[in-house]
């Protein structure tokens, strides 16, 4: 019930127990006051979408300082670059194509090191071969005759152009030297094109050449020099992490099978392989640019970043198994209660071993030291399937005592007899996949162990020392 005074609205609510509440709410005071309501309405949603850009960038920046780092560098290299521009002896050597080694710093630097080699080189080779091919067709263009000039510029842009635009479907060179041809297709048109015009090309060439020679310089430099980030021991850390993140998901996924109780850490941990089956992309490209970097740490210019292709492809299929566990919590058959009981130990003691060897293999990677354990967890692990094997092998004759008694019937002759009791297939079925799945996960877990195996051999880890390896697990 509500009533309108002079100056306000009062409005009056019975509740239970015989008691009301009231609400004073304050007239409108003009035009000016809604106005000024409706820009709060629209201010609101901006306001709260920068902030949270805000911490998301904060919270990255604290999570990952590289990155802050290598946004730095970037700022540091444009700053040393744009000298060109400033210093009126360096403008004057170059002239306005100094913005070439600007443009340069803006498209090469990249946040490897790898990366921005691969780049650089990319570039400058490219750059050179066409600037070079170009003048050459300029030369042989320019004493043809005024008639047969454009006709062979646009014969050599055509068939350049064409041949080095193929080529980037070819694998191997859409894996390393794609930008590279991109470049060459580039600098060969404007240098083909322009010098039908000018008269100092190969002047105008010898400037863009030399300010991307120092452009890219100038990036690997820094690269290289100030808080170097390379690519090979992104890839190195990020197959470390993935083994650690599928050993966490195994034992969770069958915990959480057999255990109803799920918090948000537990799912959280539950939910690790799927990092895993996201990172094909990443390691690709960690693996292409790791091979453009020098020897650094414990990895020299012949590291086999190849094997870290296949390591992560068994990690992949093992990562698929233990997807399809995960996904068997929340199935619309559920296997009983005691069946579950019945198979607990057996399922969580192969979760346990085949955990320890993903870890086991995990400190391989972060010590980069050959395993003396790894046969021994394996061998563990290969017990309990077998162990797991039998258990499914009994499954038919597991009947609960609780259950009540099975139905009677007169055989005819000796009077009364008992049903047989047997589980039905819709009881089996759910558990059955499960462990058919821990089997299987079992399986593509030794296939990661030879994989890392043949990694640390090619890769020529030393072997094991007791307190490197000891400090690392703690």
Known sequence: MGKEASDKLEWKINVDGGTSEKEILMPESGPFHRIWQGLKIMLRDPIFRIRKFLERAWSLAIAEPKKVIHGFKVGLALSLVSLFYYMRPLYDGFGGNAMWAVMTVVVVFEYTVGATLCKCINRATGTFL????????????????????????????????????????????????????????????????????????????????????????????????????????????????????????????????????????????????????????????????????????PFNYWHPWKQYLKVGSALRRCGYCIGTINSSINSEFE????????????????SSHASNVLRELATVMATTTKSSKINFFVGEMQHAVKELRNTMICLPNCYPTTRPPPPLECDGKAGITTKATTLSMTEILPVATVMSLLIETAVRIEDIAEQVNDLAEQADFKPATSKKVQSVKN
Request: contains cysteine.
């Open 130 to 297: 066409a600037g070079s091919l170009g003048l050459g067709v300029h030369w042989i263009a320019s004493h043809s005759g005024d008639k047969f000039e454009p006709i062979i510029l646009g014969t050599s842009v055509f068939l350049l152009a064409s041949a080095a635009t193929f080529s980037r479907f070819i694998p191997s060179v859409k894996s390393r030297f794609d930008y590279g041809a991109m470049i060459f297709i580039l600098t060969f048109s404007l240098v083909s094109i322009s010098g039908y015009r000018l008269d100092k090309l190969f002047e105008m060439a010898h400037q863009r050449v030399s300010t991307i020679a120092i452009g890219t310089s100038l990036c690997i430099i820094i690269t290289m020099l100030f808080c170097p980030t390379w690519a090979g021991n992104e890839l190195h850390s990020l197959i470390h992490s993935n083994l650690e993140k599928l050993a966490d998901s195994l034992d969770g996924s069958v915990a959480g099978y057999f255990t109803s109780n799920c918090n948000h850490d537990f799912s959280k941990k539950m939910e690790s392989y799927k990092c895993v089956l996201n990172s094909k992309a990443a390691e690709d490209s960690l693996a292409n640019f790791a091979r453009w970097e020098p020897a650094h740490g």
């Open 335 to 350: 296997a009983p209660e005691f069946l579950k009981k019945h198979l607990h130990n057996a399922c969580t003691t192969l």
